[in-house]
C-alpha cells in the first residue's frame, strides 16, 4: 500500500507573454511568466530561477551570464538582479533611470554599459559598474521601442518610426534611417557598414552605414515581421511574423531562397530570437517557443504556457499525451520535456485516450468531431481518419482495451454514446471506421465514458446524477447508479473487481458493486467537487483529485483517505497513473487549471525504512540510557534523557538524582552544563510534570534548581520560553493552595493529639 508521496518534479507555466531574451552563451531564457521574470533552462524547460513580485510586472528584460535588468512600468524603477545566485523577491539594486515608464533596455557586449529607452523618447546610458549616467540622447518623438549596440554606437527606434544611430564617443546622434512608415521591429547587421531594419510596414530595408546612412534597396516580404536575424553566410535574414512561417531572404539577390515547409504549428510569430550555430528561437502568440536550425527545421518545442489542462494519457515509453484549454494536443517527453504539438481540431480538446498496443490516440473536441492518431516510428502521431456524427460537444472518449476486436466509444453533450469500430475490428482498417449504434445514454450532458478491461460494458457518467453501465456489444442498458447528490464526473472500472467508482459534484466518491448495481461504500474527505479519479495499486488503492487543488489517495477496502497531495492552486481535472509502479520514478501524474503538471513520487517505502531505523536508534539509546542510570552516570543519563524526547524517562533519571546523596547540589550542576536548546527542553517538561499531582515534589525541586542556576535571567527574558512559565503558574499555585491546605489540617490535627487524654485500658 502506497502511504507517502512527495513531489518529485513538476512542469510549471514560464512565459506567458511579453518579453523575453536570451542570456549571452544561449543557455537560459529570460521571459515572464505573469509578473514574474523567469530563467529558464533551455534545455531541459526546467525554471533555474525567479524573480520578481506578483505586484510589479516587467515591462522589458535584459541580462548576461551574470546579471539581469528589468524595467517595471508601475515603480518606474530599473532593477539588477544576481540570477546565478537563484530566486529572489528583492533585487541587487533598483534605480529610477527616468521620470516616466521605461520601454526597453540593452546591455553591450562588454556588459559594463546599459541603454534605457522611456516613453518619451529619451534615451540614457549608464555604467553598471560605478552607476552612473554616462550618456544621455533625445530626439526620438514618442515611446522607445528599440535599443541595440553596435560597438561603440546604439541604435534606437521610437514611434517616429525612424532609426537612429548614435555615437558614444562624440556623445552625438550620427544619423537618421528614416524609411519605414510602420514600427521596425528588428534590426540585422549584415557587417560593420550594413544593416538590415524589418518591420510591420512588410518590407525590408538595407542600409549603408558609411557616409550618411543611405537605404541601399528595399526589398517587399508581404507580411508584417516581428522578428528577424541573421541567416546563413552573412548575407541573408530570416525573418518570422503574421503568417506563421520562416522564411530566408538573401540581401544581394533580394530573393526568398528559403521557406518553412508545412510548418508543424501555423502560428502567428511574435518574436524571433538568434541561436546558436545557426539556429533560431521562435515565440509564437500562444507561449510557444520554437527552436529551428539553419534549414527552418523544427527541431525542438518549448511550451511557455499550457493553459489549463484537462486530461492526461500515457502515450509510448516517456511520452505524456496532454489535452489543454486549447484546439491543439501536446506530447510530452518526460525525460527533456520537449513538447510536439498536433493540430487538427476546430476547437478546444475535452477529452483524450490511447491504445498504447496500437500505437493509437483519439481526441474529441468542441468541434463536434473525433480524430483518430497513429503514432509513427519516430513517435509522431499523424491523423488517420476524422469521426463525425455527433452534434455537439465530444466530452468523452475510450478504447477497448483488449488487442483483438479494436472499437472506440464516445459521449457528448449531445446526450447521446457511440460505438466505433474499424472494419473487422482491426487498427490496420482505421480508415474504414463506422459508427455501429448511436444511443440516447442520459438526460443532462454525459461527461465521462469508460470501458472495462475484458470489454464487455462500458459505463457512462452525467450531469442528471446517475452513472449507467452498458453492455458494448448491443449497447443495452445493464443498470442505473443513482445515489450521487450533483453531477458525475468520472467513472472507473476495478482492474481486479467487479465493482466500479465513481466522482461526483457533491464531494464525494462511491464504489458500487455491479452485480446488483447497489453503493458498496462511500469515500468522504473532499471539500469540493471531485473531478477525476483512477485505481492504484493493482485495485486496492484509490487516487482522486479535487476542484480545490488537492489529490488524495485513499485505501478502497476500508475507504480511509492514506495521505493528501496539494501541489496545485486551482482545479485538477486530471490524472495519470503508471501502468509500472516503479516507471519513470513518478506513480501520479495531476494537471490542473493553474497550468502545472506534477510528477508524485512514491515513498513509502523509503519512509518505512527511515522510521525503521528511527525505531532501531530510539532502541538503543534506551539501552543506553538504561546502562548509564545503572552505572549512576548522571551527568550523561540525564542529557541523553533530554535528548530522547521523552518526558517521563527524563523524570525516572530526576527521581533517582534526588535519591542520591546531596541530589540537589548535583542537580544543580547538571542544570549549569546545559545548552540553551537543552534548557528549553527540560523546562517543557517541568512543565508536563507539574501538572500531575503525583510528580510535583521532582518537578519542583528541578524548578527550584533552574531558577537558582547562573541561566535564569536569560530563561526570563527569552520570549520563546514565555509559553512554558505560562504553562507552570496555575499548576504550581494549585500545587501551593493544596500544600498549604495540607499543613493546616496536619497542625490541627497535632493540636488535638497533643490534647487527647488516654484512657486507661
Not at 406 to 424: A, G, H, I
Amino acid at each position: 500500500m502506497k502511504r507517502a508521496f512527495k513531489l518529485d518534479r513538476k512542469l510549471e507555466p514560464f512565459y506567458t507573454g511579453g518579453p523575453i531574451s536570451l542570456s549571452p552563451d544561449k543557455e537560459f531564457l529570460f521571459c515572464q511568466c505573469e509578473n514574474i521574470v523567469r530563467i529558464v533552462r533551455v534545455a531541459t524547460g526546467e525554471t533555474f530561477a525567479s524573480f520578481g513580485s506578483e505586484e510589479d510586472a516587467a515591462v522589458t528584460i535584459t541580462g548576461d551570464d551574470e546579471t539581469l535588468f528589468t524595467a517595471h512600468r508601475s515603480s518606474l524603477l530599473i532593477k539588477q538582479w544576481r540570477w546565478k545566485d537563484g530566486s529572489s523577491e528583492e533585487p541587487a539594486r533598483s534605480f529610477k533611470a527616468h521620470t516616466v515608464p521605461v520601454t526597453s533596455l540593452d546591455m553591450d557586449s562588454s556588459s559594463t554599459l546599459l541603454a534605457s529607452g522611456a516613453t518619451d523618447g529619451a534615451i540614457r546610458v549608464w555604467d553598471i559598474e560605478k552607476n552612473y549616467c554616462t550618456h544621455q540622447f533625445k530626439g526620438s518623438v514618442g515611446v522607445i521601442t528599440l535599443l541595440e549596440f553596435r560597438g561603440l554606437q546604439l541604435f534606437s527606434s521610437a514611434d517616429d518610426l525612424k532609426v537612429r544611430v548614435w555615437c558614444l564617443d562624440t556623445s552625438s546622434p550620427l544619423f537618421v534611417l528614416s524609411g519605414h512608415v510602420s514600427p521596425v521591429t528588428s534590426l540585422v547587421f549584415l557587417g560593420d557598414d550594413t544593416v538590415v531594419s524589418a518591420g510591420r510596414d512588410k518590407v525590408l530595408i538595407r542600409w549603408n552605414l558609411e557616409g550618411e546612412g543611405e537605404r541601399m534597396v528595399t526589398l517587399p516580404v508581404f507580411e508584417c515581421i516581428e522578428g528577424a536575424v541573421l541567416g546563413e553566410g552573412g548575407n541573408s535574414v530570416v525573418t518570422a511574423g503574421e503568417k506563421g512561417v520562416l522564411r530566408t531572404w538573401d540581401m544581394a539577390t533580394l530573393k526568398c531562397i528559403k521557406e518553412q515547409s508545412e510548418p508543424a504549428l501555423k502560428r502567428e510569430f511574435v518574436n524571433l530570437l538568434p541561436y546558436t550555430k545557426g539556429a533560431m528561437m521562435a515565440v509564437t502568440f500562444d507561449q510557444n517557443i520554437m527552436i529551428h536550425n539553419a534549414e527552418l527545421e523544427l527541431q525542438r518545442n518549448l511550451i511557455g504556457y499550457n493553459d489549463e489542462i484537462i486530461d492526461l494519457k500515457r502515450g509510448s515509453v516517456g511520452r505524456i499525451v496532454m489535452a489543454t484549454n486549447s484546439e491543439q494536443l501536446r506530447i510530452i517527453n518526460t525525460e527533456s520535456l520537449a513538447t510536439t504539438v498536433l493540430s487538427g481540431h476546430k476547437a478546444t480538446v475535452l477529452a483524450i485516450d490511447t491504445s498504447v498496443e496500437h500505437g493509437l490516440l483519439a481526441s474529441g473536441s468542441k468541434d463536434s468531431s473525433v480524430i483518430v492518431w497513429k503514432e509513427g516510428e519516430d513517435s509522431s502521431y499523424t491523423p488517420v481518419t476524422t469521426l463525425t456524427g455527433h452534434t455537439s460537444d465530444v466530452s468523452g472518449v475510450a478504447w477497448s482495451n483488449l488487442p483483438e476486436n479494436l472499437f472506440l466509444v464516445t459521449v457528448s453533450s449531445d446526450l447521446t454514446l457511440k460505438l466505433w469500430q474499424p472494419s473487422k475490428g482491426r487498427a490496420d482498417k482505421l480508415h474504414k471506421t463506422k459508427c455501429v449504434y448511436t444511443i440516447k445514454a442520459h438526460e443532462k450532458d454525459v461527461n465521462c465514458v469508460t470501458v472495462s478491461p475484458n470489454d464487455k460494458l462500458v459505463i457512462t457518467g452525467s450531469l442528471d446524477k446517475t452513472a449507467k453501465v452498458w453492455s458494448a456489444d448491443k449497447g443495452q442498458l445493464m443498470g442505473t447508479l443513482r445515489g450521487h447528490k450533483r453531477g458525475i464526473w468520472s467513472a472507473r472500472f476495478s482492474p481486479v473487481d467487479q465493482c466500479v467508482i465513481t466522482t461526483s459534484g457533491d464531494a464525494m466518491l462511491k464504489l458500487w458493486r455491479l452485480s446488483d448495481f447497489s453503493c458498496i461504500r462511500t469515500y468522504e474527505s473532499h471539500s469540493a467537487s471531485v473531478l477525476n479519479c483512477q485505481f492504484l495499486t493493482h485495485g486496492r488503492q484509490v487516487v482522486s483529485c479535487c476542484a480545490d487543488g488537492l489529490v488524495k489517495v485513499w485505501d478502497v477496502s476500508t475507504a480511509e483517505c492514506l495521505t493528501t497531495m496539494d501541489g496545485h492552486t486551482d482545479k485538477c481535472w486530471a490524472l495519470l497513473v503508471g501502468e509500472e509502479e516503479e516507471e519513470e520514478g513518478s506513480v501520479v501524474v495531476s494537471g490542473a487549471a493553474d497550468s502545472l503538471l506534477c510528477f508524485w513520487k512514491d515513498i513509502t517505502a523509503e519512509e518505512e525504512a527511515e522510521e525503521l531505523r528511527k525505531d532501531e536508534e530510539q532502541s538503543e539509546k534506551q539501552q543506553e540510557l538504561s546502562n548509564l542510570v545503572r552505572q549512576k552516570n548522571y551527568p550523561a543519563a540525564f542529557a541523553l534523557s533530554l535528548s530522547l524526547g521523552m518526558p517521563y524517562k527524563c523524570l525516572t533519571v530526576t527521581e533517582k538524582v534526588f535519591k542520591e546523596q546531596d541530589g540537589e547540589m548535583v542537580m544543580r550542576n547538571l542544570i549549569t552544563d546545559l545548552a540553551m536548546d537543552q534548557l528549553d527542553t527540560l523546562l517543557g517538561y517541568i512543565a508536563t510534570w507539574n501538572t500531575n499531582s503525583k510528580h510535583t515534589v521532582p518537578a519542583q525541586k528541578v524548578l527550584f534548581s533552574l531558577l537558582s542556576s547562573k541561566h535564569f535571567p536569560v530563561l526570563a527574558s527569552d520570549t520563546k520560553m514565555k509559553h512554558h512559565w505560562e504553562a507552570l503558574i496555575p499548576y504550581t499555585e494549585r500545587h501551593f493552595e493544596r500544600w498549604t491546605k495540607l499543613k493546616q489540617q496536619a497542625t490541627i490535627v497535632n493540636y488535638t493529639w497533643s490534647r487527647m487524654k488516654l484512657t486507661q485500658v
